[in-house]
């Protein structure tokens, strides 16, 4: 009987009609009486909502939730259990795309971005958390810890925090982290310093001898290997043009690429 009450709302056009409230329904449907969606609406696929092939759908419904900011719409709490339950990366990197678009939105949508990054982190297996470390939301996270009055500093360092805290006791993750924090194509060499935190410090110290040999060739070979056409592809690159943007200095030159001393530096800090 519920589930006939509503079927006029499965069918409406989900990039037109749907609103959060509408995916709220959706999830809570195919969780109490796992209804198929794709029965009641020609415009989704198999599978959840929410999975690769349908999230397109649902897309606008979900970015227009943060009309509730500072406080995260209702529901993401049904959408996060549905990544929990299903622990699948398929749905954790389908997730993690569309969170890459909300963080080149305005700053209530990056708001929302990290709380629901909040939410998950614990969640998720730690072996998909690196599908988060995705160009924007690095450039973001950079981006508000490097300047002392971004607005949104204080929730990415919350972030940061709970990130390291989650991952520190497993050596194969606190790797992938640093490995993308730091390193290309989307890293900023020299977190730490430049973010005035310790989480690579932090990270490094709890990783196995297989971990570090890895670590160490990485280095060893971005050493030997790193060029002004490729550095400028990194997030160093990305960070400093949101800077910009918002207000900082830009160092590069006007080809966007960096100049040999820019590289020397860049090697000096694989040798520190």
Request: charged share 20%.
């Amino acid at each position: 009987h519920v589930v006939n009450s509503c079927k006029e709302y499965l069918g409406v056009d989900p990039k037109e009609e749907y609103t959060p409230e509408t995916v709220a329904i959706v999830l809570n449907l195919q969780s109490i009486f796992s209804i198929k969606i794709y029965k009641y609406s020609t415009h989704f696929g198999k599978r959840s909502i929410i999975h690769a092939n349908n999230l397109p759908n649902i897309k606008h419904a979900l970015i227009s939730s943060s009309y509730t900011s500072p406080k995260l719409h209702s529901v993401w709490k049904y959408v996060i259990q549905e990544i929990k339950d299903k622990s699948s990366s398929t749905y954790t990197q389908s997730l993690a795309n569309f969170l890459d678009e909300i963080f080149t939105l305005n700053q209530k949508e990056k708001i929302m971005g990290f709380q629901i990054l909040q939410s998950l982190i614990p969640l998720v297996n730690t072996a998909h958390l690196q599908y988060f470390y995705t160009q924007n939301f690095l450039n973001t996270l950079t981006s508000a810890l490097i300047r002392k009055d971004h607005p949104l500093k204080n929730i990415a360092k919350d972030i940061l925090s709970l990130l390291v805290k989650t991952i520190r006791h497993d050596s194969t993750a606190s790797l992938a982290c640093i490995s993308a924090f730091e390193g290309p194509p989307h890293g900023l060499a020299g977190f730490d310093k430049k973010t005035k935190t310790k989480t690579i410090e932090t990270l490094l110290s709890v990783l196995t001898p297989d971990s570090v040999d890895i670590y160490i060739k990485d280095l060893i070979n971005r050493y030997l290997n790193v060029k002004t056409t490729n550095i400028a592809t990194s997030t160093e690159t990305q960070t400093e043009k949101a800077m910009v943007e918002e207000g900082g200095e830009n160092e590069q030159n006007e080809d966007n690429e960096f100049t040999s001393t820019q590289v020397t530096s860049y090697r000096m800090w694989i040798i520190e």
